[in-house]
C-alpha cells in the first residue's frame, strides 16, 4: 500500500502549527489528512473520517476526553492505542518532548507509522523553535523600545546627551547587577508614577 | 536555596484546589526547610501527567488516587510503575446537576440537604420517568476514567438502583470546562472537585446535590505518584519530600492560614481563581444553588483524620471499582501489584524521626468506624474516622473476594 492510503486526523488547536503538520504530511505523500481546531463534535467527526492516526497536541486541555474517547466510544469502530508500539521508549520520549501526543488504530504496521510520528515531532520541534525565535526577536524589539523611552526621560529631566544617558543606564545596570532594560523599564515605571515627565 | 539544596525534585500538578498541599509545600517554604528545591511543574491534562512521570519529566506528581494503579497495571498507555507514599487529602468532591435536573429531582422527594440516599432516589424515579417517555439517558461527567469521581459517582448511582452504563451515560470533561458543558447542556451533571462545584453555583446554572464525604466518609481523593525507580533511587530526597508535605499539609489545615493559602491558590501559576469561590473547599460552607447553604463536616481534608497516610485499603477499594467497572480483571497477580502500589512503609519511615502520629495498621476495614475514635498509634494520639459508606457496606481488604462477587452484576 502507498503512503497516501493511511487517513490521518491532526487536532490541534494552534492553526499555524496546524498547517505546518498538514503539510508536511502531504509533502509525505498523505492525501487523507483532516486538521481539527475545535474539538466540539469531535466524536462525530472521527466517525466519519475513521482516522488510521490521530495526532493531538499535549497543550490539549481535551486530552483526557479524547482519550477515554478514542479508547471506548462507538464512534471508534476499532480500538485506538497510543503511540506506534510501547516497547519504542525512544518514540515516546521525542514525542513528549516536542509536545505531541500519536494515537493509532490497533494492528497498524510499525513501519507504516514511525515516518508520520517522526516527521510530526520534527515539525513540532520547528515550530517550538520558530515560535521561540519569534518571541526573542519581539522581546528585543520591546526592550529597545523602552531603553529609547528611558534615554529620552534622563535626556529630558537631567539635561544629558543621548550618549550620556546611556552610558547611566548601563553604569547603573552594572553596579545592580541588572540588564539594562530592566533599569530602563523601572525608570519608564518611575517616571510614570511620579507625573507626566514625558510625551507632554 | 538553589545553590545549597541538598535534593532538587520536579513535580507535576493539575489546576485543582487539592494540589494545595504540594503547592504550599514549594511556595510556603517547607520543601526548602528540608533542604528541597521543588520545582512545581503545571500541567493541563491526566494524561500530560501519566507521560511525563513515566518517561521521567516529572519525579512525582499530583494525582488522583487510583491512577498510580491504572499506570502500575498497565491500563494506561504509557503504563509506568508508579507508587504512592502520600495522600493529598479526604474528601473535597461534589455531585452538582443542571437546574432542570433539580427540578425533576425535587418533584420526585429530593430536598436541599445533601442527603445522598435521599437525592439518589429521587433521581433515579427521575431516570424512570425519562425512559418511560422515551426520552435520552441523562449524562453525566467525570474528570478520568481512573478517578475516585467515576468511581464514587458510580457507587452512588448504583447504590440507588441506577445502573452507571445503561439507565446513563458517563462521559469524561476536564474539570474547568464541566459548569460551561452544565449551562451549555451538553451534560446534565458532574462529579468534580471544588471549586468547580461552587463555580455553577455562582453561575446560576447548577445544584450540588450530594458530596463525596457524605458517600464515603473520610474518603481518598488525590495521592502523591511517585515513579518507582526514583523513587528507589533516592530514598533521602522521597523521605525529606514526604517531611515538607507533612508540614504543608498541617498548615494548610490550620483554619487561621485559609486567607493565605487562598491568595496562594488564586496566582494564576496555581489554581488561578479568584480566593473567594475557594473558600467552601476550605470552610465546608457550601451555596448548594438557590439559595440553601450547607455546612458540611470534614468536607475537605488535607492533614486531620490521618489524611496524608497512603492506606492499603484506599488502594484495594480502588481496585475493586476498576474490577466491576469492567476496567481489569480480577486476579491474584493484579491483586498483588494494587497491595504494593500505596506504601504507608514508606510514609511512616520518613516521618518516624518528627514524633507524630502514625497509624499502626496498614489497611483498615473501611465503613467499619461510625463515630470519631482514638486509635492506637506509634507516638501522639490519633483519631480516626467516622468512615462509613452512605448505604451501610463495609469493605474488608481482607475480604476481597466476597466484596467483589457481591457487586458483580453479571
Known sequence: ?200 | MSKTAAHEITAGFMPLFDSAVLVAAGEMGFAAREGIELKLHRETSWANIRDRIAIGHFDVAHMLGPMPLACSLGLTPLASETIVPFSLGLGGNCVTVSNVVWQGMAAHGAAPDLDPARAGTALGALIRERAAAGREPLRFAVVHPHSGHNYELRYWLAACSIDPDRDVEIVIVPPPFMADALSAGRIDGYCVGEPWNSAAVAAGTGRIVTVKALLWRNSPEKVIGARRSWAEENPDALAALLRALHHSARWCQDPVNRGALAALMAKPAFLGQPEAIQMPALTGRLQLGGGPERSVEAFFLPFDKAANFPWKSHALWFYTQMVRWGQLPHTPQNLAIARDCYRPDLYRSALKPLGVALPGANAKVEGALKTATPVGSAGASLVLGPDGFFDGQIFDPDRIDAYIAAQNRD
Open chain 1, 1 to 200: 500500500m502507498s503512503a497516501g492510503s493511511l487517513t490521518i486526523l491532526v487536532i490541534d488547536e494552534n492553526r499555524i502549527r496546524a498547517s505546518i503538520i498538514e503539510a508536511g504530511l502531504r509533502d509525505a505523500g498523505h492525501r487523507h489528512v483532516t486538521v481539527v481546531h475545535d474539538v466540539a463534535g469531535i466524536a462525530k467527526r472521527i466517525a466519519e473520517i475513521e482516522p488510521d492516526v490521530i495526532v493531538i497536541d499535549l497543550e490539549n486541555p481535551n486530552r483526557d476526553m479524547l482519550e477515554n474517547m478514542f479508547q471506548l466510544s462507538r464512534a471508534v469502530k476499532r480500538p485506538i492505542a497510543m503511540f506506534v508500539d510501547r516497547s519504542d521508549r525512544a518514540s515516546i520520549e521525542a514525542a513528549v518532548e516536542a509536545g505531541v501526543s500519536a494515537y493509532v488504530v490497533d494492528g497498524l504496521k510499525k513501519e507504516r507509522i514511525k515516518p508520520i510520528l517522526d516527521m510530526t515531532i520534527s515539525r513540532f520541534n520547528a515550530f517550538s523553535r520558530m515560535a521561540r525565535e519569534l518571541e526573542e526577536a519581539r522581546s528585543e524589539l520591546e526592550n529597545r523600545k523602552v531603553v529609547d523611552r528611558a534615554k529620552g526621560i534622563l535626556m529630558k529631566s537631567r539635561g544629558l546627551s543621548e550618549e550620556a544617558a546611556y552610558a547611566l543606564l548601563r553604569k547603573t545596570a552594572m553596579n545592580q547587577n541588572r540588564k539594562i532594560a530592566d533599569i530602563a523599564q523601572s525608570l519608564v515605571t518611575a517616571a510614570g508614577l511620579l507625573g507626566p515627565l514625558e510625551g507632554e
